[in-house]
Structures are given as C-alpha cells and as structure tokens.
C-alpha cells in the first residue's frame, strides 16, 4: 500500500510540475499571431502587421525573445540541478518537494499574471522564469530518490517506464489546459496550473511517505550482491517482520547488523564521487543530446505546427489563384491552426513519448541493456526526424502517426536515462549499499541533461529564422551525438553477453 501510495503521489507530482512548464510553448503563438487573419486593424495608429501582438514579443525579433524567455527557464533549471541533488540528500525529500512545488506555482502564476496587470517589460517575465526554474529543480531528485527507496532493482525498468509517463502525461494536461484559455485570457494558461502544482505540493507534504524504514517496512534490494538481507526474491516484497524501527529497543544485542545501516545518512556522497560511479559521465552526455530533441519539441513544436500551416497555406492560394490544381499531397494538410489547435495536435508527441517510455523500459529489463536499447531507439529517431519533417505535413493521419512515433523514438531514451539508469547508479554495487547517492547521481544525470535543454530551445530560437529544415538538421544531429557518447558502455554490455553465451555453452558441453 506504500509503494503504491508513493507511485501515486510522486506522478502525479511531477506531472504537475510538467504541466507548470508546458503554457509558455502554447501561448507563444499567441503573444505574436498572425493578425493580418484577424480581420482590419482597429487601431489606426499602430503597426497592421502587429498590432494584435503582446508587447514586447510584437518585433520581428520575437523569436529571439521567445529563445530568451526559454533560456532563461532552462539555464537556470540546469545550474540549479547540480545544487539541488547535493541539498536532497541533506533535506527531508518531503519538506524540500513540497516546498519547491509550492513555489512553482507561485512563479508560474506571477508568468500569467503579467497579463491581468498589464506588463510590457521583457526583464519582468526573464526574472520570473529564472526564479521558476531554480525551484523547479526541487522535484526531480526528490521523486526518483522516493521511488528508488521503495523500489529495488527487480522490474525498475519497466515500473518506472510507465510511471515516467508523468512526462508526457504532464504536458498533454499542460497543452489543454493552457489551449482553453489561450485565445482569450492566456493568463489564465499559467494561474490554473500554477493553482494545481501548488494544491499538489500540500498533498505531497501531508501524505508522502520518503524511506520504508519510515513505516517499519524493509527496503528494498537494489543489486544482487551487495544486499545485507539474504532473501534474494526481494524486490517487489517490502513486508514489516524485518523492520528494525518497530523493535529496535529490543534488537540492540541480537541484530547488531541490521541497525547500523541507517548510519549511512552522515555519508551522503560528493559531487566527485558521484562522477566516479561507472556510467555516470556517459549517461549525463548522452542525455545532454538527447534532452536537446526532446525538449525542443517540448517549447517549439506548436510554433512550428502554426508556422509551416501558414506556410502551406500560402502555397495553397497563390496555386488556387494562379488556376493550378492541388495535385502534391503536401497540400492536402489543412492550414491556418489555430494556437489551441496547434496546442492539441502537440499532445500527440507526448501520446509518443508514453509509449516510448514503457517500451525502453521493457525492453530493457528484458536484455539488461540500458545503453544498448537507448542507442537503438536514438539511432532509428535520426531518420525519423527527418521523414517528419519533409513527409510529416502530406496529410493530418501522416502528421498524426509520424509525431507519435518521433515521440516515442525521442523521449524513450530520455524517460530510460532520468528514471531506471538514474537508480540503478544511485544505487551501484560501488556504493555498498549507501542510499545517500540516489539524489546526488539523479540530478547529476538530470542537471547535464538541462543544459542540452537549455542549448536546444536557445539553438531552435536563433536557427528557425533561416528555416525549419535547418532546426531539423540540428536535431537529427544532436541525435547522433547522443548515440555516440553511449559506444563504450554498449561494448561492455555486448561484451557481457556474449561471456553469458559463451559460458552457458561451455556449461552445455561439460
């Protein structure tokens, strides 16, 4: 009942917490729309072109401005990562969550309330992002660390595979509820999820319960070999006959073992030597690359829904007024989306990436490959990417089915590295058993990943005015690299299965 309680908890959760970060993609078509489609321009003396834009996003550097607005979320988010790990170890996961979603919704709501107050300051909405994105960085080493407490190593990658869907779940909620004030009051797109985080963060505080021993259950096995408990079934049983806290007056001569392993806790682990754990840097660098793609998507895919229908639009009537029939199916996609439509079409991505999650994670547990299954799926993403990009507009099923799948391709082997490799390092055999670096190793993994989440929104911001193939380029690129920084533990993990093999045929043999 814990364990699931905790699940429970820690999803939704994070979801929130993607939903708090999902309004700025969507209202951006809405701080600078194509006012021309809007009808005549009501106020005579400003600019036709733009006068149905929020200042100051209505320039022709509004691009620019939105890559600044992203960056400064994203910049902050990742410098404040590699802090927030090391203060998780040190802080009850339960106040330090709680707080830090409470504070979330504040500055997200401040975001939207530049809108009622009538704020036409840049500096106003870069200072709210930054603090938004400092105290977002409370919620992810603080709900894979609860997880990691509770859950051994047994079926971690799928379990936490389809609870990393909080994700994708997050942004879909986040994309709708942004869209259905978007287009009227948008900054109602940032008051409403900042209520939710905040109310969530309260949950969280009343009812989150961080280590078994808490409750007088046992934790968990988190490897074969290191385990002080000799029942080796153990990672999906936690029961309370092993529980030191319930007997512990009467256990001090008996099971002198089994008490000293909460003097663990004044050893939580350096930043260094979290560095030194095996996988660490590759996993961090990877990520990098791969949360670049990810969260380019996450901040600019509505946008670019929006820009290339106008686009095909365009195209559409200068050929129906030239006399020229539709004949290319690159035609045949209705134009003119809408900021709410576009918002809607988006979901789909994260429809992918639930998906793509799950099935890393399976496959994964299946093979014992962490590395191996994301090198895999970021190798098939690469020529993905570029067939949405030049076939994704052929038709609304094409569009549909080519985002689910870049979807699952992308954020699979984003969802594997933060959730299931994140705890299996924390909780390396190397540490012998010390729970004190499942924090510290997440936001290591995570805050390396933030800064290719920073780099890609800013890159997207400064390359699109040159065009959207040249941000695809990008990415596919990023893609690669991502796979790259994997070889050596793929060759080590190829390299163990074939001993497996060779040894059970010498076994057969013998």
Request: with cysteine; aromatic share 10%; net charge neutral.
């Amino acid at each position: 009942r814990y364990r699931g309680l905790t699940l429970v908890l820690t999803f939704l959760s994070y979801t929130s917490y993607h939903l708090s970060r999902k309004p700025i993609s969507i209202v951006k078509s809405q701080l600078h729309p194509n006012c021309s489609a809007l009808g005549p321009n009501p106020h005579n003396d400003s600019n036709s072109s733009t006068w149905c834009s929020w200042a100051p996003f209505d320039g022709d550097n509004y691009k620019e401005l939105f890559g600044a607005l992203d960056n400064a979320f994203l910049v902050a988010y990742a410098i404040g990562m590699f802090i927030s790990g090391i203060f998780g170890e040190r802080l009850p996961l339960r106040y330090y969550l709680a707080g830090g979603m409470v504070l979330s919704g504040l500055f997200t709501a401040l975001f939207g309330l530049g809108y009622f107050w009538d704020i036409h300051v840049l500096w106003y909405f870069i200072i709210v992002q930054v603090c938004n994105g400092l105290v977002q960085t409370t919620g992810w080493p603080a709900v894979v660390a609860c997880v990691g407490n509770w859950f051994g190593k047994g079926k971690r990658g799928l379990i936490m595979g389809i609870w990393n869907s909080h994700t994708s779940v997050g942004n879909i909620l986040g994309s709708l509820i942004a869209g259905a004030w978007v287009s009227s009051a948008w900054g109602l797109s940032f008051i409403v999820p900042g209520i939710i985080i905040t109310a969530m963060g309260i949950v969280c505080f009343f009812f989150l319960v961080e280590y078994p021993e808490d409750v007088g259950c046992s934790p968990p096995l988190h490897h074969d070999a290191g385990g002080v408990t000799s029942n080796e079934k153990d990672p999906e049983a936690v029961t309370s006959n092993e529980g030191p806290l319930s007997i512990s007056g009467q256990s001090s001569a008996d099971g002198s073992n089994s008490p000293k392993e909460p003097v663990e806790e004044p050893e939580a682990i350096s930043f260094l030597g979290a560095l030194r754990i095996p996988g660490v840097v590759e996993f961090s660098l990877c990520l990098l690359f791969a949360k670049l793609v990810s969260y380019t998507f996450l901040y600019w895919l509505p946008l670019y829904i929006v820009n290339v229908g106008e686009f095909l639009g365009r195209v559409r009537r200068e050929r129906a007024w030239q006399g020229e029939h539709l004949l290319t199916p690159l035609l045949s996609l209705a134009a003119h989306f809408s900021a709410k439509e576009a918002g809607d079409l988006s979901t789909l991505f994260d429809v992918g990436g639930i998906l793509g999650g799950i099935f890393a994670g399976l496959i994964s547990d299946y093979t014992g490959g962490r590395a191996t299954t994301c090198c895999v799926m970021l190798v098939i993403a690469a020529p993905m990417l570029f067939l949405y990009n030049h076939i994704g507009q052929n038709g609304i099923g094409t569009s549909i089915a080519m985002l689910i799948v870049c979807g699952a391709l992308v954020n699979g082997p984003y969802a594997l590295i933060t959730t299931a490799v994140s705890a299996d390092l924390g909780t390396h055999e190397s540490l012998k058993g010390n729970a004190k670096a499942l924090s510290t190793v997440t936001a290591i993994i995570d805050g390396t990943g933030s800064i290719g989440a920073a780099l890609g929104p800013l890159l997207a911001g400064l390359i699109s005015p040159t065009g959207w193939n040249n941000v695809f380029y990008m990415l596919i690129a990023a893609d690669v690299l991502a796979c790259l920084l994997l070889a050596r533990v793929v060759v080590k993990e190829v390299r163990g299965w074939c001993g497996c093999i060779a040894r059970k045929r010498g076994y057969v043999r013998t």
